[in-house]
């Protein structure tokens, strides 16, 4: 995957893409496995669903991005698993998405996000809702340690990768 896209519109936050190193320490981190549904909420270039099926074995992967120009170079970039029908990518705009019936699915078991603390509130309802459900949620950059009712199980603040999921019992 490449560092930057060219044509993409950068007007209002421009894309830096996640290094492959985060992406595969963090799928590493939250057990990712073959019986897996992955929902990457602001997907970019779609390496999270790419490396989730590919090196992973997930079932299958959608990824939600707001630019269109990204949801098209990921479907581009990810053709031959876009093809088999175990990623797809969706352009959204998550401020009105969150009631959508994709959003709502029970199908989800890890959801990757990339939020910022205000972003991370304005989802709050939706997160503890599927954190509740026993899906396994993955924040970069920025910790979700705010938002009180989710309970991070495992971190690496160095790297920008915190893992939420239910205490076992």
Wanted: a negative charge.
């Amino acid at each position: 995957f490449p560092l930057w896209i060219e044509g993409v519109d950068t007007t209002y936050a421009p894309f830096i893409p996640t290094s492959t190193r985060r992406v595969l320490v963090a799928l590493d981190m939250v057990r990712l496995s073959s019986a897996d549904k992955v929902l990457d909420v602001g997907s970019g270039d779609g390496r999270f669903c790419f490396a989730a099926v590919s090196f992973f074995g997930a079932q299958k992967a959608l990824g939600i991005e707001y630019e269109q120009d990204l949801v098209e170079k990921s479907t581009e970039l990810a053709h031959d698993l876009v093809d088999q029908g175990r990623i797809l990518f969706q352009k959204a705009d998550l401020t009105n998405w969150r009631d959508s019936p994709t959003m709502q699915s029970k199908e989800w078991t890890v959801i990757v996000v990339f939020l910022s603390p205000e972003g991370g509130s304005d989802m709050e309802e939706w997160l503890v809702q599927e954190f509740e459900r026993g899906v396994r949620i993955v924040a970069l950059v920025f910790d979700l340690k705010h938002l009180k009712s989710l309970h991070c199980s495992l971190e690496d603040a160095e790297e920008g990768i915190w893992v939420y999921e239910k205490q076992q019992l």
